[in-house]
Every structure is written in C-alpha cells, then in structure tokens.
C-alpha cells in the first residue's frame, strides 16, 4: 500500500525547533514532488512549501520564508521540514502530500498529520 507518514510534531516553545518526517512507503519518494500543508484550527488548509521532482523549492507561505526548509534524503526515503524560530501562528496539524509538478498543488491522499503546538 503506498502512503506518506508524517511525524515529528509536538509541543514547543515559542522560538523553538521542530523538524517534521514525511516517509513513504510502497514506493519510491525520490523524484516526486511533495508538499508541505498545515492546517490550523477553525481555518483551511494552506500549502507551507513544497519540493520539485529535480529538488527545487517553493516556498508557498510568505510567514515561513527564512524560517521553515524543506529537503529530501532519497536514501531515507523521506522528506523533511525544518522548522526554526517558530512562532505560536504556526500551530497546525501538518501534512505531507504528493503535489503536482511546479504547482504546488495536492494531488494525493491526506494521511493523518503531525501536530505541531507553539506555545509557552
């Protein structure tokens, strides 16, 4: 069965670290494009970033620029967000994806997310 497992979320202090896991299994991640989601409560789903086939990057929330990195370890299988100086507006449930090609736009399944609390 393919699917994308997140994890990594949890309770952190305000100016805190996190970085999310997004692994896949039942296929290769390598050479797929992937986006970074989160959804806060009470309000919609909104793309963080998300990483071209050929590794390029978009940034899709202007909150995150300098502060959130998406990369990809093909021999972990896995896609990664670092997220550095977070900020209580950052608290959501965040989810991986596959994405359309340069778009930045969810195609695949939505798994379960990984809940990200910034708070003090």
């Known amino acids: 069965q393919e699917q994308l497992v997140e994890s990594g979320g949890g309770l952190v202090e305000p100016g805190g670290s996190l970085r999310l896991s997004c692994t896949a299994s039942g296929f290769i991640l390598d050479s797929i494009a992937i986006g970074w989601f989160r959804q806060a409560p009470g309000k919609e789903r909104e793309g963080v970033s998300c990483?071209?086939?050929?590794?390029?990057?978009?940034d899709y929330v202007d909150s995150v620029k300098g502060r959130f990195t998406i990369s990809r370890d093909g021999l972990k299988n896995t896609v990664y967000l670092q997220m550095n100086s977070l900020k209580p507006e950052d608290t959501a449930v965040y989810y991986c994806v596959t994405v359309v090609e340069g778009l930045c736009a969810p195609k695949g399944s939505w798994g379960q997310g990984t809940q990200v609390t910034v708070s003090s």
């Open positions: 990483i071209g086939s050929n590794n390029a990057v978009t």
